[in-house]
């Protein structure tokens, strides 16, 4: 994943709005109109999401029948998630260091 991918990934992660529909489109297809109910916003203020989810490769689109469906497409999702999983073992590690000088800390000094 490039550099800019990623940006639009996180990007589109922003926002609310957007991760409430990802939650959605996880259990299955929806249409516009489906997604429109979920919020006290417009059709097309849903449909702008839906263009950033789409640009950053997280969401497709299909027709099926007289049905534009939105589809969740995790794969960005696993990339951007592999991409925090190095900060999160540094951030493991940085506790674990912690942990061994507060450990050291409270023992007693030795003769006393």
Not at 6 to 20: C, M, N, Q, S, Y
Not at 26 to 33: K, P, Y
Not at 68 to 96: I, K, M, N, V
Request: aromatic share 6%; proline share 4%.
């Amino acid at each position: 994943m490039t550099d800019d991918e990623l940006d639009a990934v996180f990007g589109a992660l922003a926002d609310p709005t957007r991760r409430a529909i990802l939650a959605r489109l996880a259990r299955g297809d929806a249409s516009v109109n489906e997604l429109t109910a979920m919020f006290a916003m417009s059709q097309p203020a849903v449909s702008r999401h839906l263009k950033v989810l789409e640009r950053a490769g997280l969401v497709s689109r299909a027709q099926q029948g007289t049905m534009r469906l939105s589809h969740l497409e995790a794969g960005p999702l696993r990339e951007a998630t592999d991409w925090l999983a190095d900060y999160r073992a540094y951030w493991e590690d940085s506790f674990a260091r912690l942990d061994a000088i507060l450990a050291e800390a409270d023992d007693p000094p030795a003769g006393t």
